[in-house]
């Protein structure tokens, strides 16, 4: 059996939009009754997350982007910074527990003291850009989990996979111009935020896809378009972007994945991390909205991670 880790804190909850907004703390609620339920947590290392450093973030994002993040928490009610992204009195509490989850894990998973890790955080990351927070992301979580592993421990290179509904234009815009990263990703278009199908930064692998496409259309692009690129790059460490939002039940897109996709291509990644002779990846909470699907669409992944 694998030793799989568990991050999360109980921060993570503090953040919130407001009563009808669908990134809500109910969705961690609903991982951990539906993790509860499976009998799943006797299996897994849990950790609570710490609170990421300024020196861990501006790795991806400027000093003043922070400070101006920090400056605009409200002390009280909700402080909206654009249509659909919001902050409350808890938001930086949880987006900097969100972040530093992904730089414990990755340290983890580095030092050898587990094989891989998951992250059930709040707020996602991947929408959010170097200097601008979008798409109910502050900090790219990924973004950053990725850096240290760079440079913190020397790592030459390392691949981020996204398999969340929409193109995470955040982590695009954080590695674009970085050989040393490989950004595989799959994502309804045109759909927000409307980016990333144009892409032609050779260490992209952007495959747009219509509104209806099912699992096995699915699986053919991870088979013929990620995994070569995946191979060539012959990554040492592997981070998910773990969005769950293309599951067929989940109303914020029109992509129909169920429970066994997420298996699938969870399977597809631990197959690469292992012919590089590792097993090392490091998996962190996007979209997900639909609380049922959500919750079982993360057992599951978190099974086949575990080896269970
Ligand atoms: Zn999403």
Redesign the pocket.
């Known amino acids: 059996m694998t030793t799989t880790a568990f991050i999360t804190h109980r921060d993570c909850w503090l953040h919130d939009m407001g009563t009808f907004h669908p990134e809500c703390p109910d969705r961690l609620a609903a991982i951990n009754d539906r993790l509860i339920a499976a009998g799943l947590d006797m299996y897994l290392s849990f950790y609570d997350a710490p609170l990421a450093t300024e020196e861990q973030i501006v790795r991806v994002h400027p000093a003043n982007y922070l400070e101006e993040l920090n400056a605009s928490v409200p002390d009280h009610g909700i402080r909206h910074l654009d249509p659909d992204t919001a902050m409350s009195p808890g938001t930086m509490k949880a987006a900097l527990r969100s972040a530093g989850a992904g730089v414990l894990a990755t340290d983890l998973v580095l030092k050898g003291e587990i094989e891989n890790a998951f992250c059930a955080v709040r707020p996602p990351g991947h929408h959010a850009e170097r200097g601008k927070a979008m798409g109910f992301c502050f900090l790219n979580n990924v973004a950053i989990a990725a850096r240290h592993a760079l440079e913190a421990h020397g790592l030459e290179r390392v691949a981020i996979v996204d398999f ?3 193109h995470g234009n955040g982590t695009e815009d954080a590695f674009r111009d970085d050989p040393r990263v490989l950004m595989v990703s799959i994502f309804q278009h045109p759909f927000y935020p409307y980016s990333g199908a144009d892409c032609t930064a050779p260490n992209m692998v952007n495959v747009p896809v219509p509104a209806g496409t099912r699992g096995d259309a699915f699986r053919t692009i991870v088979a013929e378009r990620w995994m070569p690129a995946l191979r060539e790059h012959k990554p040492q460490m592997v981070f998910i972007s773990a ?1 769950f ?1 293309a599951h067929y039940e989940d109303d ?2 029109s992509v129909g994945l169920v429970e066994s996709d997420y298996v699938w291509v969870t399977r597809q990644v631990k197959a690469v991390a292992e012919e590089c002779g590792h097993k090392n990846i490091v998996s962190i909470l ?2 997900g909205y639909s609380l049922s699907s959500l919750a079982r669409s993360v057992v599951a992944h978190v099974k086949e991670l575990a080896d269970l």
Do not use: A, C
């Open positions: 969340d509904v929409h969005g939002d914020m897109g996007e979209g």
